[in-house]
């Protein structure tokens, strides 16, 4: 008996029940979020760096899916890898047996990896945390892992155990015992390493939250310490790794820091299959996989799939031929240099900072009166208002995607794919220029909009 499955007659007949469909089944809250935002759009497809809509509108996507769609949506040479491997029908995931696509990937992701010498393949950036946490701790015998302050490393509970918010800690209870430094506070460090039981610290190079960057000489002053002490520095390159801040790794930015595991996932997919991967010391993964009894100590369901591995082989073939790290260099110092030029410009921008395609916009309390009055206004509703009053009116009026960098904060991350070009940044510097002088003229649609914002919060109390 043949089953018939058509999966674009489905979408013809039901996708425009999309936001119902969620908010009785999914999330209640996202659609009822997106509604109250004005960002309940419906795109219709998307190619590279742009969405279209129905009536076949472009809009410039500058927050890459949180960073997944690296090469933006639908490379072909990506697609091409997935339409492959599926035609193939490849004997997959037999587990009593080695593939080699596997290996393939690890060989050349390992090629960008210098001082490391293998790779675990999960399916997410917080599963290659979890990994990262469980290998450190049983290599060291130790119990606790340090992260920073305002550090995000994803949300189940090892990686929620090292998450440097408590909005998302709250109520999930008891966690492992780990303990939060200040980003580029070395003294912190020592303190905590000098009590013999820290297995690691984990960090972002370039923290996601906020966009801020370990201060130069912190990573490696970090790796003396733990060395020192015998414990491992992890790198979370989950969202800074493959080419995002203008080299291959964050880290590799400041001479000498070689971390004993590094974690990657995101842009590794291609924006199709779900994939991450920790890399770390031939010694740390000898231990763990100790003797054959071991084998299987530490393993993943869909790990190592053929469809993924095939992604990110591809994405890996595309960042080498198309030369996408020099790329992400060239963009990202003329956006940020742009958007820097306009900081004397208005009183509401406090600072732009960030690497490559990883950039954080920053506002601040104004000087004129009028404007430090509206801008009081919003903090006593709520911190980070403001930034959301930009972000709205950048995609309702400029059809342009961003996000507010993160809860409570008054700064906008730009984390775009990274092959915008030129007429991209053109188009983003110009629309921002527009929300800006819009926000500091005597009246203006965006304050109108900071009033609604203002009652959504206040009734959320």
Request: glycine residues 10%.
């Given at each position: 008996?043949?089953t ?11 996708g ?30 998307a ?102 302050d ?24 008891p ?5 939060a ?20 610290l ?27 002490h015998?414990?491992l ?34 842009a ?14 031939d ?21 190592s ?33 742009r ?8 009183e ?88 800006m ?6 009246g ?12 959504q ?5």
């Open positions: 008996m043949t018939e499955f058509d999966l674009g007659a489905l979408l013809a007949e039901r425009a029940e999309r936001y119902e469909l969620h908010a009785k089944h999914l999330n209640p809250q996202l659609p009822r979020m997106l509604h109250t935002i004005g960002f309940d759009k419906v795109y219709e497809r190619e590279g760096a742009h969405f279209f809509d129905a009536d076949g509108n472009d809009h410039l996507d500058m927050l890459a899916g949180f960073g997944v769609m690296g090469l933006g949506r639908h490379h072909p040479v990506v697609r091409k890898a997935l339409h492959d491997v599926l035609d193939l029908g490849l004997a997959d995931l037999t587990r009593f047996d080695c593939q080699p696509l596997p290996g393939l990937l690890a060989e050349r992701l390992l090629a960008h990896s210098p001082h490391l010498d293998r790779v675990f393949f999960g399916n997410s950036g917080t599963e290659a945390v979890e990994t990262a946490l469980k290998f450190a701790r049983y290599a060291t015998g130790r119990p606790r892992v340090l992260y920073c305002h550090a995000f490393h994803g949300l189940t509970t090892g990686a929620l155990s090292v998450n440097g918010e408590s909005g998302f800690r709250d109520g999930f209870a966690l492992l015992p780990d303990t430094v200040p980003l580029g506070d070395l003294d912190a460090l020592a303190r905590e390493l000098k009590k013999g039981d820290v297995a690691a984990i960090v972002e190079p370039i923290q996601g939250k906020g966009v801020h960057e370990a201060p130069p000489g912190y990573l490696r002053g970090a790796q003396e310490l733990l060395r020192r015998k414990a520095l992890i790198a979370d390159e989950v969202q800074t790794g493959l080419g995002r801040t203008g080299d291959f790794y964050a880290y590799q930015h400041e001479d000498g820091v070689e971390p004993d595991l590094v974690c990657v996932a995101k590794l997919s291609g924006g199709y299959v779900p994939v991450g991967a920790t890399l770390g010391k010694w740390i993964f000898k231990k763990v996989y100790s003797s054959m009894d071991r084998v299987l100590v530490h393993s993943a369901s869909f790990g799939g053929a469809q993924a591995m095939a992604c990110g082989l591809a994405v890996l073939s595309v960042m080498e031929n198309e030369q996408i790290v020099a790329g992400v260099r060239t963009t990202g110092e003329l956006l940020k240099s958007l820097t030029a306009l900081i004397g410009k208005y509401l921008l406090a600072d732009v900072r960030g690497r490559g395609l990883m950039i954080g916009i920053e506002f601040g309390r104004p000087t004129s009166m009028k404007l430090r009055g509206r801008w009081a206004m919003l903090q006593a509703a709520r911190k980070g208002l403001f930034a959301q009053m930009v972000v709205v009116p950048l995609l309702q009026r400029h059809r342009i995607l961003t996000q507010v960098s993160g809860d409570h904060l008054e700064v906008i991350k730009l984390i775009p794919p990274l092959i915008i070009d030129e007429a991209d940044v053109d188009r983003f510097v110009d629309a921002f220029t527009a929300v002088d819009d926000a500091h003229s005597g203006g649609l965006m304050w109108d909009f900071g009033k609604t914002l203002i009652k919060a206040v009734a959320n109390r």
